[in-house]
């Protein structure tokens, strides 16, 4: 129950302070929109017939739901991606300390921040992935039996990935690299736009850095594939693995920066 109430002061918080007027929506529908559009007619000048190199790879006719997916998964990602490096405005406006001050665990605190982000920054373009799946008629290819497990499994994954982002930036004095890194590489590198197994040797090794590219294989062939737990249990078992990593790696940084922390006074671990 104590949980429950962090999570929603939380989110009102979030609320309250990064989405406080229409501009705000405007944008989190607007860019990510953009982004499919442009992913989407990138592909047009190209040869999509089954002679195409990339229908060794995935199937041409659905390179639709394949970027619609892969945007969904990557919008999930991102937003908390955006949702830690907030956290440097609070360091700047000296609100960070309150965090410290708080009787509830850090650890706590920092996977209801990124579940109470999660819903408000990513249910406009969940709208709009709907809106295109019926108005283009292909929500027929849909296995919506899945769809509310693969959200969930989507759900949980991004809030894993979320907690650990904003350990990393809660003791960092300037993360700003790893905005960097996380968004067009993260784009790129996880399969949003292109098959990762399209990808030369090396291209697949940095892919597989990406918590992303675990999660959009199951949301595919869940939603797309019609597959079932039984058949991707080595698939979740990756994932499971990736996200226990994730948050050990969250548990060991934020016990060893709170030590670092009582020992210098200083909150910066890196």
């Given at each position: 129950?104590?949980?429950?109430s962090?999570?929603?002061a939380?989110?009102?918080?979030?609320?309250?302070?990064?989405?406080?007027?229409?501009?705000?929506?405007?944008?989190?529908?607007?860019?990510?929109?953009?982004?499919?559009?442009?992913?989407?007619?990138?592909?047009?000048?190209?040869?999509?017939?089954?002679?195409?190199?990339?229908?060794?790879?995935?199937?041409?006719?659905?390179?639709?739901?394949?970027?619609?997916?892969?945007?969904?998964?990557?919008?999930?990602f991102?937003?908390?991606?955006?949702?830690?490096?907030?956290?440097?405005?609070?360091?700047?406006?000296?609100?960070?300390?309150?965090?410290?001050?708080?009787?509830?665990?850090?650890?706590?605190?920092?996977?209801?921040?990124?579940?109470?982000?999660?819903?408000?920054?990513v249910?406009?373009?969940?709208?709009?992935?709907?809106?295109?799946?019926?108005?283009?008629?292909?929500?027929?290819?849909?296995?919506?039996?899945?769809?509310?497990?693969?959200?969930?499994?989507?759900?949980?994954?991004?809030?894993?990935?979320?907690?650990?982002?904003?350990?990393?930036?809660?003791?960092?004095?300037?993360?700003?690299?790893?905005?960097?890194?996380?968004?067009?590489?993260?784009?790129?590198?996880?399969?949003v736009?292109?098959?990762?197994?399209?990808?030369?040797?090396?291209?697949?090794?940095?892919a597989?850095?990406?918590?992303?590219?675990?999660?959009?294989?199951?949301?595919?062939?869940?939603?797309?594939?019609?597959a079932?737990?039984?058949?991707l249990?080595?698939?979740?078992?990756?994932?499971?693995?990736?996200?226990?990593?994730?948050?050990?790696?969250?548990?060991?940084?934020?016990?060893?920066?709170?030590?670092?922390?009582?020992?210098?006074?200083?909150?910066?671990?890196?």
């Amino acid at each position: 129950m104590r949980t429950l109430s962090i999570l929603w002061a939380e989110a009102v918080k979030s609320h309250q302070h990064n989405f406080h007027n229409l501009l705000v929506y405007f944008s989190l529908l607007i860019w990510p929109a953009l982004l499919f559009v442009v992913s989407y007619y990138s592909f047009k000048p190209f040869n999509l017939s089954e002679t195409s190199p990339l229908s060794q790879y995935m199937d041409v006719d659905q390179i639709m739901l394949f970027l619609l997916t892969g945007y969904l998964g990557y919008i999930f990602f991102w937003s908390l991606v955006q949702s830690a490096w907030n956290m440097s405005y609070e360091r700047q406006a000296g609100t960070l300390e309150l965090i410290f001050l708080t009787p509830v665990s850090r650890i706590t605190i920092m996977y209801a921040r990124a579940a109470g982000n999660l819903l408000e920054a990513v249910w406009l373009f969940t709208g709009f992935t709907l809106l295109v799946l019926f108005a283009t008629g292909q929500a027929g290819q849909i296995h919506w039996l899945n769809v509310p497990v693969a959200l969930l499994l989507l759900s949980v994954s991004a809030i894993v990935w979320g907690g650990f982002l904003n350990i990393v930036f809660l003791f960092s004095r300037d993360a700003g690299i790893l905005f960097t890194i996380f968004e067009e590489p993260m784009q790129f590198f996880s399969g949003v736009r292109i098959p990762v197994l399209a990808f030369p040797l090396w291209g697949k090794a940095v892919a597989f850095f990406f918590p992303l590219t675990y999660v959009l294989e199951i949301f595919r062939e869940l939603v797309i594939n019609g597959a079932g737990l039984w058949q991707l249990a080595s698939q979740l078992l990756t994932l499971a693995a990736v996200l226990a990593t994730l948050f050990m790696a969250s548990f060991f940084l934020i016990k060893k920066a709170e030590h670092h922390a009582k020992e210098t006074g200083n909150m910066v671990l890196f």
